[in-house]
């Protein structure tokens, strides 16, 4: 497991605290480390629903820019692949997955909020959304795929060709997340939601409703990191 990351259980829920100090930057081990928690979830009876949690004032601020701007175009195009997968892990998941959005989430840790069930934010002076072409990258065809599937079609386009960020309140509007409540609310409130989900939803169902409803989005995003993937191995 990551350093980054701790497991907590509360009832049937398993929550996923994520903290490196810093901005929550997604690396290669924390990537894995989520999704190795998520798989087990998946399959661990006793457990009914998932909440990622990030740290305070940071949800996650994307990718690890060490990566990003080292220069070694396989690393940086693996870690884009590895996020991929981790954001349609989360949206295809056997079990509902809850975000407790504590603060910033840009990039890659607002593809993380597309890839939740339900998004609860703290009422912060916070900034949420893709802002990766103000930074100088193109969206990766998986991202504008979920991108497209979650957010409000009023705001798509502003959200992601011009890389429009907002701040908690309006990102409900935008469709990053669901709802907005205290910063000391944040991770009770997304808990309460999890377990809700966990006491009703029939685990064989919620599964199988996912697979109808997002298969088609899900079997695209598939296709589209595999195409990363093998993007990576041409260099």
Known sequence: MSDALTVERR?????LHLDDGKANALGFELIAAIRRSIADAETDADIRAVVVHGREGRFSGGFDLGVMRGGDLAQMG?????GGELVRLMWGSGVPIVAACTGHALAAGALMLLGCDV???ADIDAKIGLNEVAIGMVLPDWAITIATERLSKRHVHRATATARVTGPGEAVDV?????VVAVDEVLDRAVEIAIELAATLDPPAYAGTVAKVRGDVLDRMGRQVAADR????AL
């Open 119 to 121: 998004r609860v934010g």
């Open 11 to 15: 009832d049937a829920v398993l929550v």
């Open 230 to 233: 093998a993007a990576v191995r």
């Open 175 to 179: 469709g990053f997340l669901d709802e």
């Open 78 to 82: 693996a870690l884009v692949a590895d």
